[in-house]
Nanobody, 121 residues
Framework: VQLQASGGGLVQAGGSLRLSCAASGRTFSSYAVGWFRQAPGKEREFVAAITYSGGATKYADSVKARFTISRDNAKNTVYLQMNSLKPEDTAVYYC???????????????WGQGALVTVSS
């Protein structure tokens, strides 16, 4: 599976953005998908994940109630709706697929190239 993240950009604090992760390959709907982010000078961290069917989701505490992950398997796309953005959300956001329901990076096998999100104060 090849992944392409898009939708990043510059937004003011309190604003919203929606990231998309488009996948190629007919097996996309068989995988859980996660979003991770890496801020400048920091390690990459888990943000959110969704099961292959979309029936379950999980979030990092730092984004819970502000971010929503969803998927449309008919379009081979996973979304990350980000509301009430804060400057500390500034990072490169990556999507990845996993055959394991996990938030651990080592369980994710295919990674997209990343989308830069910049939140100004």
């Amino acid at each position: 599976v090849q992944l392409q993240a898009s939708g990043g950009g510059l937004v003011q604090a309190g604003g919203s953005l929606r990231l998309s992760c488009a996948a190629s390959g007919r097996t996309f709907s068989s995988y859980a998908v996660g979003w991770f982010r890496q801020a400048p000078g920091k390690e990459r961290e888990f943000v959110a994940a969704i099961t292959y069917s979309g029936g379950a989701t999980k979030y990092a505490d730092s984004v819970k109630a502000r971010f929503t992950i969803s998927r449309d398997n008919a379009k081979n796309t996973v979304y990350l709706q980000m509301n009430s953005l804060k400057p500390e959300d500034t990072a490169v956001y990556y999507c990845a697929t996993s055959s394991i329901w996990s938030r651990l990076q080592e369980h994710f096998i295919s990674w997209g190239q990343g989308a830069l999100v910049t939140v100004s104060s």
